[in-house]
């Protein structure tokens, strides 16, 4: 029987840095604000590169940006590389300002058009990291 791959890691923040010193997004204070709005929800959260993108982790992957868009930034949520279609999250995450956009029973992506958009949607952002971390400890 063929053994499953180890799961991938992320390589560390100082790699982060160097990607997105030699990326050209139109969001780039946006992207960097975000980044410290989601390592100040929780002092376990650890971020890395993960597939060509900013990502963040406890004890798995919950978090990582898509920058090919030029006019946002999103931050896609989820549980790891792997689908997990039987967890309860969409139903247990309280999303009172309905920033998730749901993709799946275990994904979903909140969508940042601006710094102001970052601004207002700030406390209900961090208040969504901090719920969904508790799903991959």
Same mark, same amino acid.
């Given at each position: ?7 991938? &890691? ?5 790699? !982060?840095?160097?990607? %997105?010193?030699?990326?050209?997004? @139109?969001?780039? #204070?946006?992207? *960097? ?34 920058? &090919? ?5 999103? !931050?896609?949520?989820? %549980?790891?590389?792997?689908?997990? @279609?039987?967890? #309860?999250?969409? *139903? ?46």
């Amino acid at each position: 029987m063929p053994r499953n791959p180890a799961p991938a &890691r992320s390589k560390p923040t100082a790699d !982060v840095e160097t990607l %997105l010193a030699e990326l050209d997004h @139109p969001l780039a #204070s946006e992207i *960097s604000q975000l980044r410290a709005l989601i390592r100040s929800a929780d002092p376990r959260i650890a971020e890395g590169v993960k597939w060509n993108a900013p990502s963040f982790h406890t004890t798995e992957h919950f978090a990582t940006f898509h920058l &090919r868009a030029r006019d946002a930034i999103q !931050v896609v949520m989820h %549980l790891g590389a792997k689908p997990r @279609p039987d967890v #309860s999250i969409r *139903s247990e995450i309280a999303d009172p300002a309905a920033l998730l956009e749901w993709r799946s029973a275990d994904r979903a992506i909140v969508t940042f058009r601006s710094h102001a958009d970052v601004e207002s949607k700030r406390d209900a952002f961090v208040a969504l990291v901090r719920q969904w971390i508790e799903f991959v400890e």
